[in-house]
């Protein structure tokens, strides 16, 4: 069984950070992952957008896919490309913080929550992405968070590591947000038809 | 062994260490530039050296002077730069010097180039296009492997996708078996300009105590080692071809598209196969023959204008069968493949194609 997951917003807010959190953490518990950050030049204020692949057995799934069963949306501005390409049943978690306007969607759960806002108030401003992960993992059942947390250690690099500890309590506080899984992607069918 | 989560620059930046590579060499450019940083990082704590050249031609003339002392060496770049280096491949096949060369390519445009080559000479540079990940590492070992064995340059045609996924990956050492020994012609710096003194090629015309074979003997046992690499070298993947009355032929990264497309039209109850040259040379023309024998269709779908198109209507079973559904395709950022590589695309062409009578076809 394979199950996408889309993440989207701008560059700078941590997207393709959550993205190699995310598969880190797959890896970890013994799941199939593969990863397609798609940010080109655009790394302060374009889009950025990151395609994962989770499985149980070898993937088989091309890494840029039309169906996924969940997303992470941390900006108004690219949702539509997201939107069009989750099945009924998706789990979609929302930074409300940034996130503009309606959503204009009715095939699933959508966990709509102040991811910013949040990170901001425990000193972390740039750890958005990693609540909206957190509450991710929890409305989805996709990763645990011990996992998640292990791997906000293991993908930052040396000259960076002082800031693995506030990510994983990012990851925590998200996490925290939802209190049971909402949507269970491996319920989610692959495909809209 | 836990599985690591790698992004494709440095799963092959791994393998190629793996497999003994201890020079490298490259010009930044996208998406090549990764596999740089990654030897960069990586190649010093084996004991090897990794150089930012200057330009392309700085770094293949540096890899070739690598590759004469019999040092496991490469370079790369993408299909632009790999034309700088054109001049470069072309006298390391012609000193037959082993190299291996990647080419981290923006896209599909360089079949011509990788199959054809722009140096002078009768030579050819084998060429392996890994779907992904893991075949990328393993075609790395393979290269080297093959690189010294025929002591020739070789490549290995990557892309952005291949470039900058990320997999959970394991990597283990390739053993390809036993290969000759290098001390008959590496450059070691123990003779000096005497009459013993080794020669990569002047005209193989040798020394006055030494003669050798002249140019065109030399150049003719050159041809007779790519003849031989022709007959045994080919590789190549079919899926679910056995049946097929429909046969979707791509390469690369291109082929997962395909194939994924292949099983949903199989539950439609489309007989769809596809077939995938691993190696793009030499072309795997036997096996091109055999699965397109009796297919109504012949559908080749790469990403350019047609370039793989004319070695399949050199060797499949019917030429008037074959169609090209592909195309030029190419992101906005001119770095990777653009809108084509796209299941729902290759779905809709070839449902497009199969429907198309015979007689309006191209």
Redesign the interface.
């Known amino acids: 069984m394979e199950r996408a997951v889309l993440l989207t917003g701008i560059g700078g807010q941590g997207v393709q950070l959550a993205a ?1 959190t995310l ?2 953490a ?3 518990s013994d ?7 798609s940010y ?2 655009l790394m302060r204020g374009g889009n950025t957008d990151a395609t994962i692949i989770i499985g149980d057995a070898p ?8 169906w996924a069963q969940a997303a992470l949306v941390m900006h108004h501005e690219y949702w539509s490309g997201v939107r069009d390409r989750l099945v009924p049943g998706s789990v979609v978690v929302v930074d409300r913080s940034v996130f503009k306007g309606e959503m204009g969607w009715a095939g699933g759960t959508a966990v709509e929550i102040e991811a910013t806002g949040v990170a901001t108030e425990m000193g972390n401003g740039r750890g958005g992405a990693m609540v909206a992960l957190g509450a991710l993992a929890a409305a989805s059942g996709l990763v645990d968070l011990d996992h998640l947390q292990a791997a906000a250690h293991e993908v930052l690099p040396s000259y960076r590591a002082e800031h693995a500890k506030a990510n994983a309590d990012a990851l925590a506080a998200g996490f925290a947000l939802v209190a049971d899984p909402v949507a269970l992607v491996w319920l989610a069918p692959a495909r809209a038809q | 062994m836990t599985p690591r989560l790698l992004q494709g620059s440095g799963a092959i930046a791994d393998a190629a260490i793996l497999a003994g590579c201890r020079f490298f060499t490259g010009y930044p450019m996208l998406p090549f530039t990764e596999l740089l940083e990654e030897m960069a990082r990586k190649l010093p704590a084996a004991g090897g050296v990794c150089i930012n050249a200057q330009s392309e031609i700085e770094a293949v003339n540096m890899a070739l002077g690598a590759a004469a002392t019999g040092a496991r060496a490469a370079t790369g770049s993408c299909g632009q730069g790999i034309s700088l280096m054109q001049e470069g491949i072309a006298e390391l096949a012609l000193n037959q010097l082993p190299l291996v060369v990647f080419n981290m390519a923006r896209g599909q445009q360089d079949y011509f180039q990788s199959t054809r080559g722009g140096g002078w000479g009768d030579y050819r540079t084998i060429t392996l296009a890994p779907k992904d990940i893991p075949e990328a590492v393993a075609h790395t070992q393979l290269l080297f492997h093959l690189a010294d064995r025929y002591r020739t340059p070789v490549i290995l045609y990557g892309d952005y996708v291949i470039a900058h996924t990320s997999v959970g990956i394991e990597i283990e050492a390739l053993d390809f078996g036993p290969l000759p020994p290098k001390d008959d012609w590496a450059l070691d710096g123990t003779m000096s300009g005497t009459g013993r003194a080794r020669q990569t090629w002047t005209w193989a015309r040798g020394k006055p105590n030494t003669p050798g074979p002249g140019p065109s003997a030399a150049w003719e046992s050159i041809a007779e080692k790519y003849a031989a690499i022709e007959r045994s070298e080919q590789r190549f993947e079919t899926y679910r071809s056995e049946d097929a009355d429909i046969l979707v032929v791509s390469f690369g990264t291109t082929s997962v598209f395909v194939d994924r497309v292949v099983d949903e039209l199989r539950e439609e109850g489309l007989a769809v196969g596809s077939f995938r040259p691993i190696t793009l040379w030499p072309f795997p023309a036997e096996g091109l023959a055999e699965a397109t024998h009796g297919c109504a269709h012949v559908l080749v779908y790469e990403l350019n204008a047609g370039q793989m198109v004319d070695d399949v209507r050199m060797y499949a079973a019917d030429r008037s069968v074959i169609r090209s559904i592909g195309g030029v395709s190419q992101d906005d950022s001119g770095m990777r493949q653009g809108d084509l590589l796209n299941a729902d695309e290759v779905r809709q062409r070839v449902r497009q194609a199969v429907a198309t009578p015979a007689s309006a076809r191209q």
């Open positions: 190699r598969a880190v797959a890896v970890q799941l199939e992952v593969m990863v397609f950050g080109a030049g993937l088989r799934s091309p890494p840029t896919v039309a």
